[in-house]
């Protein structure tokens, strides 16, 4: 008979309830479960055993084998000190014990075999060990934590009330004894036998008191396997049942405006990724599923044209788009690059935002109610209620992050049934943490840049090379180019970073001084039509120089802007400094980022400047990032249950998760409902998993 492991912690011996408190409050454990499921943050490592004569200046942490042979009372300035005299058939070293001194003298026995753990001080030409743990040879082998002793995760609370790393292990132990060691195995045979996984039994005793680093590594790796494996079978399954409950709209034709655009009016041949991303989204639009799929595509990419596509195949089927953008200045360019491309298809498209006027808004209401317009454009204006589709077909949302997950399901209800969605972003997220994340999500990626751009040239500078850096800006807008300068505004209304802009408008006003030179000045505190005002002088060409806050971050485009100074880098984050160089390079010159710091930085700055300076693959910042900031901080994720891992690292673990996910899919491609009885040892766990509702559902 196994115990029940949904057991409260309280029943657990050695635990009672203020314990029970304690670890529930602090640890989140409740039941036996939570428990056994608490794995060790590290291991001391007491497999090996030295000899006093194998001890080195730097050896930290050891074991050895020995006897006492003597002890001696040492009076130091403060209370004294008992030394006691350690020998193994190669030398000696001495124990040491500042307090506690009675208790050792009673209970520590000369010429009994004794195994001592602890870390070793090199001092006056001795090697010491101060307050070793101790226990005679006999009690040492009866222990079963004793070859590799787990250290547990713990807070300040747990260890201040008495509840340490031994006691842990100890209440642990008491697990496994009343269970026998027999936990109910959550995998099935095949699994284990093809992948040559360790049973769960086995896997949770070595997790925990690991008889060697070999058996270690085996039941880490199944431990971590089996984690990720239940992720993505429920992310596949939830994918499953969306696309087989909800009904899209059918797209069965691809008529007159795509193909009377593809043929006589694309300004450019299409690259390989932009061909086949729009045969995913043609593949998805076309299967009576709704579409739920994220465009992921660097900067500069070409989603653009991609989005204008996709919307030509909604409006062949006798249907209506909407491109959403996150902010008026993005969704003015979006709707003149669209309207250029599209003015000889006689297409009705219209652009509605915060600023349109009453009457057009009406204009464009009615429009859209009797299905005379085509093609929407917009901010978040799309979303108000008053505005009604005739029969919204598609919806494309260009830069995801900025719209939260209840402003994309408010578009969603639109229709009787959901539009097909696309989510079009420039914010690279790493495969591997999309496939965690988003694995509910369809994923098209173009990971390929239109051909002739050249490569932006990046450098780090520190700001005592100013002088050198203004005289560049000088020469190349002497060249008629423009340049960007952007400041840092980590939080909004820091009056810090305002006065860092301002410093630097000023300064900059000095050293390029009107009428020769025209700066526009951008930032969050100035009013939208301010703002606006400055922003159309720059892309004007009024002004050489726009200095401005990270508001310029997302889509501006101005292809005569050939420089990014941006300042104090080291205080953006990577992705932020991506973002932002992104803004240059739109054009046929060569095109630059300066990237300007003081003379102090953190090691994790220096490895974000590196990164830019080497390479502009926004993935490959992507990866970086993850690695330096952890998945828990990228954007938007953080409302994601599935990256609190318990034992696995989506980064490091890679290889497993590819494992994981493809076992899960081979499973449910073979057996969907997991009803078969080889499947049931899987579909037991994946049903206790249900109170798991932590995955975030992205879109609906
Ligand atoms: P993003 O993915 O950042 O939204 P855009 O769609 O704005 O990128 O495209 C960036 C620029 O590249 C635009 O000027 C666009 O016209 C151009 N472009 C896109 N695709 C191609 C292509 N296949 N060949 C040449 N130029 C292209
Ligand atoms: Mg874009």
Not at 18 to 35: F, P, S, V, W
Not at 47 to 71: A, D, M, P
Not at 441 to 468: C, F, W
């Amino acid at each position: 008979m196994s115990v029940n492991l949904q057991t409260p912690i309280d029943y657990l011996k050695g635990v009672g309830s203020n314990r029970a408190d304690l670890l529930r409050k602090e640890l989140g454990i409740h039941t036996y479960q939570d428990l056994i499921n608490l794995f060790p943050n590290r291991y001391i490592d007491k497999t090996h055993y030295y000899k006093i004569n194998q001890l080195q200046r730097n050896t930290s942490e050891v074991q050895i084998t020995g006897k006492i042979t003597g002890f001696k009372e040492v009076t130091q300035k403060r209370g004294k000190r008992l030394v006691a005299t350690f020998q193994d058939e190669t030398g000696t070293i001495e124990l040491v014990w500042f307090r506690g001194q009675k208790w050792i003298r009673e209970n520590l026995k000369q010429n009994l075999p004794y195994v001592i753990f602890g870390k070793i001080n090199w001092f006056s030409g001795k090697f010491s060990m101060p307050h070793p743990d101790i226990e005679t040879v006999d009690a040492h082998k009866a222990n079963i934590s004793s070859a590799m002793q787990p250290i547990y995760p713990s807070t300040e609370k747990l260890s201040a009330r008495g509840i340490t790393n031994k006691m842990i292990i100890k209440i642990i132990q008491q697990i496994f004894i009343e269970s026998n060691g027999k936990f109910v195995e959550t995998l099935n045979d095949n699994l284990l036998t093809e992948l040559k996984l360790i049973n769960k039994s086995s896997a949770l005793l070595n997790i925990h008191f690991p008889k060697n680093q070999e058996l270690l590594a085996r039941a880490q790796f199944r431990l971590k396997f089996e984690e990720l494996f239940y992720i993505q079978l429920q992310l596949i399954l939830k994918n499953l049942i969306h696309k087989s409950k909800i009904k899209g709209f059918s797209f069965d034709k691809v008529g007159d405006y795509f193909n009377t655009f593809f043929k006589g009016h694309l300004p450019f041949e299409l690259t390989g990724a932009q061909k086949r991303v729009l045969k995913e989204i043609r593949s998805d639009l076309g299967s009576n599923a709704q579409m739920n799929r994220l465009l992921q595509g660097d900067v500069g990419s070409g989603k653009t044209i991609v989005a204008l596509m996709s919307m030509l195949i909604a409006l062949d089927n006798d249907f209506q788009a909407c491109l959403m953008a996150p902010t008026e200045i993005l969704s003015v360019q979006h709707y003149n690059g669209l309207f250029e491309l599209c003015k000889e298809l006689n297409i009705k498209i219209e652009i509605l935002t915060g600023s349109t006027k009453t009457s057009k808004r009406k204009q464009i209401h009615e429009a859209l109610e009797n299905g005379e317009l085509n093609i929407l454009i917009g901010t978040h204006a799309l979303l108000e209620d008053k505005v009604k589709f005739k029969n919204l077909g598609l919806a494309i949302i260009d830069e995801q992050h900025r719209f939260g997950v209840a402003q994309r399901s408010k578009l969603w209800k639109k229709n009787t049934s959901p539009p097909h969605v696309l989510v079009m972003t420039a914010t690279p997220i790493p495969r591997t943490l999309a496939m965690s994340v988003y694995g509910d999500l369809d994923i098209s990626v173009i990971d390929e840049l239109p051909p002739g751009r050249q490569a932006i040239k990046t450098v780090h500078r520190y700001d005592a090379n100013r002088l050198m850096v203004f005289k560049f800006i000088r020469d190349e807008i002497a060249k008629g180019r423009q340049v960007y300068v952007v400041y840092p505004l980590i939080k909004e209304n820091a009056s810090m970073d305002y006065k860092d802009l301002m410093d630097g408008y000023e300064s900059l006003s000095r050293d390029f001084p009107m009428p020769d030179y025209q700066i526009s000045i951008v930032h969050g505190k100035m009013k939208p039509a301010d703002k606006e005002f400055e922003m159309q002088r720059f892309i004007k060409g009024e002004t050489q120089i726009m200095v401005a806050t990270t508001v310029i971050e997302v889509g501006v485009n101005v292809p005569n802007a050939s420089v990014m100074i941006i300042e104090s880098a080291e205080r953006f984050g990577l992705s932020q400094l991506h973002q932002l160089r992104g803004r240059v390079g739109r054009g046929a010159e060569q095109s630059y980022c300066i990237l300007m710091t003081s003379h102090k930085l953190s090691s994790n700055s220096k490895t974000r400047l590196e990164t830019m300076v080497r390479t502009s693959d926004g993935f490959e910042i992507a990866e970086v990032d993850l690695r330096l900031r952890g998945p828990g901080d990228i954007m938007g994720t953080q409302q994601s249950g599935v990256l609190n891992l318990k034992i696995a690292d989506i980064i490091k673990d890679n290889d497993i998760l590819q494992h994981a996910r493809h076992q899960a899919k081979k499973i449910l491609k073979e057996n969907p409902s997991l009803g078969h009885p080889d499947n049931s040892a899987i579909l037991e766990t994946y049903r206790s998993l249900g109170k798991y509702k932590n995955i975030w559902n992205y879109i609906s």
